[in-house]
């Protein structure tokens, strides 16, 4: 699903989560195969013997299918941030579609673990106003000052459009304390 553009609305930031950001994943998913090896090491020989090739298939099946799954999740989730709102969107088959505009972003967090930091990734949490989705995150991107700065980018330029849009239809900013 693309994401349709209203008019005047220019993309600033569009992106997949990296691949350096689903290693841990992968880290933790071969752990987890590891386990299941173990488990089909223990299951040969209580079933009365050792059999290797059962440890070895049950090691490379749960291998093969945390790969599928990290580069599934990976493509298949895009973060895009234009002059007007920021999209998470995710899946394949089925589709979910989470946005804010940008003018609802209070505060925009970053989160490094050493190991993020090692690896160059981190995720960005943004804070909307009066909003009752509070898991708005882009998990895994490669450069989270990247992202910070592209909502930066579009605070800004929205800004400036309500400059533009108030000197031209002939209207001055309300003064502080009113008229």
């Given at each position: 699903?693309?994401?349709?553009?209203?008019p005047s609305?220019?993309?600033?930031?569009?992106?997949?989560?990296?691949w350096r950001?689903?290693?841990?994943?992968?880290?933790?998913?071969?752990?987890?195969?590891?386990?299941?090896?173990?488990?089909?090491?223990?299951?040969?020989?209580?079933?009365?013997?050792?059999?290797?090739?059962w440890v070895?298939?049950?090691?490379?099946?749960?291998?093969?299918?945390?790969?599928?799954?990290?580069?599934?999740?990976?493509?298949?989730?895009?973060?895009?941030?234009?002059?007007?709102?920021?999209?998470?969107?995710?899946?394949?088959?089925?589709?979910?579609?989470?946005?804010?505009?940008?003018?609802?972003?209070?505060?925009?967090?970053?989160?490094?673990?050493?190991?993020?930091?090692?690896?160059?990734?981190?995720?960005?949490?943004?804070?909307?106003?009066?909003?009752?989705?509070?898991?708005?995150?882009?998990?895994?991107?490669?450069?989270?000052?990247?992202?910070?700065?592209?909502?930066?980018?579009?605070?800004?330029?929205?800004?400036?459009?309500?400059?533009?849009?108030?000197?031209?239809?002939?209207?001055?900013?309300?003064?502080?304390?009113?008229?």
């Amino acid at each position: 699903m693309a994401l349709d553009l209203h008019p005047s609305e220019h993309v600033i930031f569009a992106g997949h989560p990296s691949w350096r950001g689903t290693l841990s994943f992968y880290l933790r998913g071969t752990l987890a195969a590891l386990g299941v090896a173990a488990i089909a090491a223990l299951a040969t020989v209580i079933g009365g013997g050792f059999d290797l090739t059962w440890v070895i298939v049950g090691f490379v099946v749960a291998v093969a299918v945390v790969i599928v799954v990290g580069f599934v999740y990976r493509l298949s989730t895009t973060y895009t941030i234009t002059n007007q709102r920021l999209t998470i969107e995710r899946g394949i088959l089925s589709k979910h579609m989470q946005q804010t505009r940008v003018e609802r972003v209070q505060n925009v967090n970053t989160d490094q673990t050493l190991v993020d930091r090692l690896m160059r990734v981190g995720q960005v949490d943004f804070d909307t106003a009066g909003s009752d989705d509070s898991d708005f995150t882009f998990r895994g991107v490669a450069n989270p000052q990247q992202v910070v700065r592209a909502v930066d980018k579009a605070h800004r330029e929205r800004e400036q459009r309500g400059l533009q849009h108030g000197a031209d239809e002939g209207f001055e900013p309300t003064p502080p304390g009113g008229l």
